[in-house]
């Protein structure tokens, strides 16, 4: 059955970390791309960064370049989001996501998890 789980998420001051973790099953985790969305109340979905299954080919959304780094151990089927200077502008619900063919939209990605909400206050 495909499923991804996400953990990690809660309320944090603004400069502050916060650490996901995505738990797949091998089905879904297998050779696909793996990426984190986010989004915020009132707003479309949005791409935040991504890896391949080696790990030599990561991308990340603009916004989040030099504070947010993504990383997989595929010995536990699991990516992770490590979130560090946070601002006020990360609060969203964050998305674990699967394709076997990646890209930065949404529609590429066939399986989701249920979210977790990050919340950076002032």
């Known amino acids: 059955q495909v499923q991804l789980v996400e953990s990690g998420g809660g309320l944090v001051q603004a400069g502050g970390s916060l650490t996901l973790s995505c738990a797949a099953s091998?089905?879904?985790?297998?050779?696909?791309?793996m990426a984190w969305f986010r989004q915020a109340p009132g707003k479309e979905r949005e791409f935040v960064m991504r890896t391949n299954w080696s790990g030599d080919r990561i991308e990340y959304a603009d916004s989040v370049k030099g504070r947010f780094t993504i990383s997989r151990d595929n010995a536990k089927n699991t990516v992770y989001a490590q979130m560090n200077s946070l601002e006020p502008e990360d609060t969203a619900v964050y998305y674990c996501a699967a394709s076997t063919r990646g890209g930065m939209s949404p529609m590429n990605y066939d399986y989701w998890g249920q979210g977790t909400q990050v919340t950076v206050s002032l």
């Open positions: 091998e089905r879904t985790f297998s050779n696909n791309v």
